[in-house]
T-cell receptor, first 112, second 111 residues
Framework: GQQVMQIPQYQHVQEGEDFTTYCNSS?????IQWYKQRPGGHPVFLIQ?????EVKKQKRLTFQFGEAKKNSSLHITATQTTDVGTYFC????????????FGKGTSLLVTP | NAGVTQTPKFRILKIGQSMTLQCTQD?????MYWYRQDPGMGLKLIYY???????DKGEVPNGYNVSRSTTEDFPLRLELAAPSQTSVYFC??????????FGQGTRLTVV
């Protein structure tokens, strides 16, 4: 499958601090999705980015898709304890064109 | 709507035993997937399906088999369980290029 690198692997912040995770692909992507998985839970869809340079916001979350469509980022402003979990980027499998390949994720810990 | 339902939630198998992980979805999605997630790791694709009667291997298919006789159901079969198959298994479904909906997961331990 396609290779995707997600960094950092872990991030520990104080509540109120900002957080960013990055996803980088070796190839140009048709789209990229982001998921959140709470501890002990299952992945839950957050957003899909399709257009070059696209920026989407969901309350305190900002998602960006790079101009070359090879990288993406998720930024959380003023983290809260409810943001705790692992954030994954997912991109279409190069063989099927639709099955998702997931990055290894960034685990976010927020302490009050 | 129930979404994606997986059974069982937990299972302990002895080495060499076999079992089937059940997955059913009620969203009329054509696309279904099986992933495994090892502790602290991302999700690895085991098998996927674009519709009834069609299945394809993902990144880690060895030791597993699937079938897709209906749109709703996508069971995963483990033959001759090995300790390396200890993992959390997630079934998911989607429309083409749409968001994937995941089941609650099956936590499998092989001893």
């Amino acid at each position: 499958g396609q290779q995707v690198m997600q960094i950092p692997q872990y991030q520990h912040v104080q509540e109120g601090e900002d957080f960013t995770t990055y996803c980088n692909s070796s190839t140009t992507l048709s789209n990229i999705q982001w998921y959140k998985q709470r501890p002990g839970g299952h992945p839950v869809f957050l957003i899909q980015l399709v257009k070059s340079g696209e920026v989407k916001k969901q309350k305190r979350l900002t998602f960006q898709f790079g101009e070359a469509k090879k990288n993406s980022s998720l930024h959380i402003t003023a983290t809260q304890t409810t943001d705790v979990g692992t954030y994954f980027c997912a991109l279409p499998d190069s063989n099927s064109g639709y099955a998702l390949n997931f990055g290894k994720g960034t685990s976010l810990l927020v302490t009050p | 709507n129930a979404g994606v339902t997986q059974t069982p939630k937990f299972r302990i198998l002895k080495i060499g035993q076999s079992m089937t992980l059940q997955c059913t979805q009620d969203m009329n999605h054509n696309y279904m997937y099986w992933y495994r997630q090892d502790p602290g790791m991302g999700l690895k694709l085991i098998y996927y399906s674009v519709g009834a009667g069609i299945t394809d291997k993902g990144e880690v298919p060895n030791g597993y088999n699937v079938s897709r006789s209906t749109t709703e159901d996508f069971p995963l079969r483990l033959e001759l369980a090995a300790p390396s198959q200890t993992s959390v298994y997630f079934c998911a479904s989607s429309s083409r290029t749409g968001e994937a909906f995941f089941g609650q997961g099956t936590r499998l331990t092989v001893v």
